[in-house]
């Protein structure tokens, strides 16, 4: 299958290496790009902060090529989505991950569920003896862990540390390198990618070309911010991760 991958890099080429080596036709239409906008240095700090939560991989690059190893930030307690942000975070030299479920509903949930432990005993103590949640967001995003945080009278701060910006195309360049020839299927990694491919498609009249293109999203959520049209050639992941996504796609050839 002739595959459009909208995920921003560097997944996008992971994803796209992933595709090719089960004989499909990948092509990266990447509709944002990543742009950091936060370092470490700008952390609250350490003795005040009762734990960390990330909904990204993308978050750590605010902690640049090197990590927090040896440091006390190191051993703060830090709630992550899922897989690869769990993983990113080992990356980064945090040792006390808790993994969500895979979308930013679940982690609330569970942040919310834990909202009444305790810091961890070999942290100094906040002077209020509590400290804060400090959530290392992306620019765009939806309020859900605030939302939820909010609700559970956990006391938290937003660092907006990465921005994900449009990329634009032309009409030109979307005719002739995304959809000549139509691709047979789209992945959808992010309710934001969702809302962008729309939109491209709506402002540039190409909508009715994809009249016979799936739609593969990562969760129920991501699939519905597209359009209307398209809801009956959807297909959500059994699970919010990559393999899921791309099992769904093999189950349908």
């Known amino acids: 299958m002739r595959v459009l991958v909208t995920r921003p890099e560097p997944g996008g080429k992971r994803t796209s290496e992933r595709l090719a080596a089960l004989g499909h036709d990948p092509v990266l239409m990447p509709l944002f790009e990543s742009r950091v906008t936060a370092t ?29 190893s040896g440091s006390e930030l190191c ?40 909202a009444g432990e305790g810091r961890t005993a070999d942290l100094p103590e906040a002077s209020d003896g509590q400290g804060v949640q400090a959530y290392l967001a992306g620019v765009p995003r939806k309020p859900v862990i605030e939302t939820a945080l909010s609700a559970s ?6 660092l907006e540390c990465y921005e994900m910006a449009e990329i634009s195309y032309s009409t ?24 962008r ?37 959807v297909v959500v992941a059994e699970h919010p991760d990559e393999d ?10």
């Open 75 to 114: 051993r703060v307690p830090i709630h992550v989505v899922g897989p690869a942000t769990a993983q990113a975070a080992r990356d980064a030299g945090f040792l006390r991950i808790t993994e969500g479920g895979g979308t930013a509903e679940d982690l609330a949930a569970l942040i919310a569920e834990n």
């Open 197 to 233: 491919f729309s939109a491209l498609c709506n402002n540039h009249e190409l909508g009715k070309t994809l009249d016979s293109v799936r739609f593969f999203c990562l969760s129920s959520a991501i699939a519905g911010e597209l359009e209307q049209g398209w809801q009956s050639r």
């Open 172 to 195: 030109d360049i979307l005719k002739s390198r995304f959809f000549s020839p139509v691709p047979d299927a789209v992945l959808l990694y992010s309710a934001n990618a969702a809302r």
């Open 153 to 158: 009278g956990t006391a938290y701060v937003v």
């Open 40 to 68: 470490a240095e700008d952390l609250p700090p350490v003795a005040t902060i009762r734990g960390l939560i990330a909904t990204s991989a993308r978050a750590f690059a605010m902690f640049g090529q090197g990590d927090v």
């Open 244 to 253: 899921s996504l791309l099992a769904s796609m093999a189950r349908l050839g």
